[in-house]
């Protein structure tokens, strides 16, 4: 039986927000992924009989390759493999490998010491000449393993698929039921009863786990065994690394001034928590500092240590890093520390809004520290628990929950959401359920009806959340050391390195003049979002009230009505959607309005400065090359679009035009091969057509 490896010294928290220790919650991606070769196997596998059969002469990358894929045909056919004999050469290294049936060749005979009781444990080995021989050869500098010799004869009988998972090759414990059984043990579960426990989370019946229980029994003994071992070294690991890292942050402190680190230390004087950020950083928070977004999401095994990260959004959409922190646990007082210091490396200025994970703990530390921040719960990690916690009592129901659970969230109206969740409650038969609860009480900081008036600056959308969870997994890895984690983080958080969204050209789809307006003053990325609601607001029709505010409703939907309040004295303009007060772009209903006022332009004061082109974090110098360039490709594109439409009224037209540009782009393209190289290279992405 094997345990699978762990392949990074992080992995996603587990204990669940609800505080009961015997409750956890798994993530997509925990389950260790196949690699390409199973990948493989399994898309040309629906059958046994679909599965091609190695033959001579078949060829594959490497040895590992070769390996899975007859040990993926052998799982199929009902019997399982292992390696047998490899031959070396000074020139090729490993050059010849040879796979072989489980029970290929016969146990060799034990001497029994004379006067001692030995158990005779028979064999399962029995002469079966099922095989695979590989041989390497160098093809064009490129390694390749070709299949010399295969017989798939056995002299034994081949297990049925209910048996053959039980082979020790195929019983692993993947690294999410190591952390699981570990934690059952600790508490006192015996086996038997933690089988019992996986079994029943897991949704299946008795005996269908993927291991045996005493694969559980042996895993937690050797566990135990290594941990009394390695416990010593562990712990000296840990103290030398958190020392390394902070030797580290003192030396980038003296290369680079702007630098900022802190950190704590326990009784003992050992390092206990330590938090750092950059200079880049602290500017990047100057500009864009408004809403942050605090992850807390990895912990790392070897170190015990709960990893945070400061992050924000740019006037480009893109995710940007403000500082991180170590923790030594998830108390109070740490969370505390970690916000304390953090407001400080920014100055003295904490945000408008902070978006965390569902977390109580973490909860009532920015309710101490940040009395003056709004608390948002990020829906996108409770959606990734919901599976977790409802898709056992509720089974097939569950599909049809989450469904209406998303629908919930986007109500806008706190009584109605209330009103809609008891009688989902009710229909479901959840009242009692812990997590429902839990929930419900901290509705006020996840569901849209009770944040939609908090500026959340567009980071609670699902592509802001997959990417900052592109940029986790970009730095945890396969880090060893602390050291080599801090240089990543500094690697990943450079500016510098980030691929900013050039100022192209972005068509415009009305002919209203604020949308021509707003293409100059807003980033591609805040336009495109004001433009998706111009072109709506031509779907709307207003009608007057008498108090001169305004209804705003679809011309084909008779509910969802919005109300538009517009005080022309002081070019204010309010709807009850509040999308303006939560992105920060204008809604449809208000464009809608204003386009009836016969306005050209909108107020300056809805063109936020964080949305602004000129609050790029750009250099100077790149940023006028960026601008100028904006320029020619806009005149180059209205040319070539007028040439094009001029051309298009006739074949005699069109005919000339294309021989004649054909001849000219011809001798322009000469010229400019035979003209020397500049230093300063133009962006190839920037095109008129992009």
Known sequence: MNSAAS??????RQQCPC???????THEGDVEEPSTASQLAKYNTTSTEAMVAPYVGMVFKSDEDAFEYYGNFARKNGFSIRKERSRLS???GVY????????????????KPTGEHHRDRKSVRCGCDAKMYLSKEVVDGVSQWFVVQFSNVHNHELLEDDQVRLLPAYRKIHEVDQERILLLSKAGFPTHRIVKVLEMEKGIQGGQLPFLERDVRNFIQNRK???????????EKRENDTTELLEACKATKEADENFVYDFTVDESDKVENIAWSYGESVHAYNVFGDVVYFDTTYRSITYGMLFGAWFGIDNHGKTIFFGCVLLQDETHRSFAWALQTFVQFMKGRPPQAVITDL??????????????????????NILAKLSSWFSLPLELQYAEFKSEFEALYCLEVPDEFDLRWNQMVSRFGLSSDKHITLLFSLRASWALAFIRGYFLAQMTTELYAKSVDAFLKGIFNAQTCLRSFFEQVGVSSNFQSHEFEEMQYVHSKTCIPIEEHARSTLTPFAFRALQHEVVLAMQYAASEMSTGSYLVRHFSKMEGERLVIWIPEEEQIHCSCKEFEFSG????????????????????????????????LIPYDDRNTQNGDDEWFQEFHSLTATLFTESS????RSDYVHKELTKEITRLLNEVRGMPPSEEVMDSTLSPTS
């Open 7 to 12: 392949k990074s010294i992080w992995y996603r």
């Open 19 to 25: 505080g009961d220790w015997k409750c956890y919650i």
């Open 90 to 92: 000074p020139q090729l």
């Open 96 to 111: 010849k490998r040879d796979f072989v049936c489980y029970r290929s060749g016969f146990a060799p005979a034990r001497k």
């Open 225 to 235: 065994r290594v941990v009394q071992e390695n416990d010593a070294l562990l712990s």
């Open 359 to 380: 977390d109580p703990g973490l909860r009532d530390a920015i309710e101490s520290e940040l009395p003056t921040t709004q608390h948002v719960i990020s829906v996108w």
């Open 585 to 616: 772009i204008l809604c449809r209903h208000a464009l809608r309005i204003l386009v009836m006022k016969n306005y050209f332009q909108l107020p300056e004061k809805y063109f936020l400065s964080r949305w602004r082109r000129e609050s790029t």
């Open 649 to 652: 009224m006739s074949k005699e």
